[in-house]
């Protein structure tokens, strides 16, 4: 299936966001509300504003904001519905008003009105779940990340493992970082533990509390390129009881 890019945050290449493309688009010719729920960073904002392109998109945690916005609108996109005060206040004004809505929510949020409020309502499943769409969003970041930093597209994916956690959101700022990061100096690198460590020193045991930030990479980034922990302690020049010792005081961490 060819990749619908809605905007610079949804990628339609996955039979389930395809799904919800499919549904975002009949939803622009029908003059119904609509709720969409998903995670943090599955792109449900972008499919809202994609179906309402010319509505204002105000969050529900800014309540007072958005009650000035509904007294002067016909259509609005409502970010973070769970995030509302009242949403009982809010289903008065736009049924009273006849006001289109297309809103969000993340996946768990029930309350009674829902279903007063929306006709049609659908989920927008974690990139766990949409794989296909996760490989080109990579290729949207590394993009994006080529045009901020001035370089050339390219970016070193053998050992890159995608954080979904946030969806999008943590993905980005992965791809973001490790673009940044893959073609770094000695010096650029000492001066980011520099800033990183500036404001946290200050016991007396600092070296040996922040040894780890040292140990921690090292063996990982070994492990990585030797594939076992004998061929490691050869390479570093340890004695195999002392690489075994560093690995469990750094267990949390590896």
């Given at each position: 299936?060819?990749?619908?890019?809605?905007?610079?945050?949804?990628?339609?290449?996955?039979?389930?966001?395809?799904?919800?493309?499919?549904?975002a688009t009949l939803l622009k010719s029908l003059s119904v509300n609509s709720l969409i729920t998903g995670e943090l960073g599955v792109g449900k904002k972008s499919l809202a504003h994609y179906i309402l392109p010319d509505a204002p998109i105000?969050?529900?945690?800014?309540?007072?904001?958005?009650?000035?916005?509904?007294?002067?609108?016909?259509?609005?996109?409502?970010?973070?519905?769970?995030?509302?005060?009242?949403?009982?206040?809010?289903?008065?004004?736009?049924?009273?008003?006849?006001?289109?809505?297309?809103?969000?929510?993340?996946?768990?949020?029930?309350?009674?009105?829902?279903?007063?409020?929306?006709?049609?309502?659908?989920?927008?499943?974690?990139?766990?779940?949409?794989?296909?769409?996760?490989?080109?969003?990579?290729?949207?970041?590394?993009?994006?990340?080529?045009?901020?930093?001035?370089?050339?597209?390219?970016?070193?994916?053998?050992?890159?493992?995608?954080?979904?956690?946030?969806?999008?959101?943590?993905?980005?700022?992965?791809?973001?970082?490790?673009?940044?990061?893959?073609?770094?100096?000695?010096?650029?690198?000492?001066?980011?533990?520099?800033?990183?460590?500036?404001?946290?020193?200050?016991?007396?045991?600092?070296?040996?509390?922040?040894?780890?930030?040292?140990?921690?990479?090292?063996?990982?980034?070994?492990?990585?390129?030797?594939?076992?922990?004998?061929?490691?302690?050869?390479?570093?020049?340890?004695?195999?009881?002392?690489?075994?010792?560093?690995?469990?005081?750094?267990?949390?961490?590896?």
């Open positions: 299936m060819a990749a619908r890019v809605v905007d610079a945050s949804y990628i339609a290449a996955s039979a389930s966001s395809a799904q919800a493309f499919k549904t105000l969050d529900a945690s800014n309540f007072k904001e958005l009650l000035v916005a509904l007294d002067s609108v016909s259509e609005i996109v409502i970010t973070n519905l769970e995030n509302s005060p009242n949403i009982n206040k809010i289903f008065d004004i736009v049924t009273s008003k006849n006001i289109r809505v297309i809103a969000t929510a993340k996946s768990s949020y029930y309350n009674e009105v829902i279903d007063k409020l929306f006709s049609i309502k659908f989920d927008i499943p974690p990139l766990s779940q949409r794989l296909e769409d996760v490989q080109l969003l990579i290729k949207k970041f590394v993009k994006e990340a080529s045009e901020l930093f001035y370089t050339k597209e390219e970016f070193n994916m053998k050992h890159f493992q995608p954080d979904l956690s946030q969806n999008s959101n943590s993905l980005r700022r992965q791809v973001m970082i490790s673009y940044l990061l893959q073609d770094i100096k000695d010096s650029e690198l000492m001066d980011i533990l520099e800033n990183y460590l500036v404001d946290k020193l200050g016991s007396n045991s600092d070296y040996k509390n922040f040894l780890y930030l040292y140990e921690v990479p090292l063996i990982k980034a070994g492990l990585q390129r030797f594939k076992s922990q004998l061929q490691l302690s050869d390479k570093l020049g340890l004695n195999r009881n002392t690489l075994r010792k560093k690995i469990s005081d750094n267990a949390d961490y590896l």
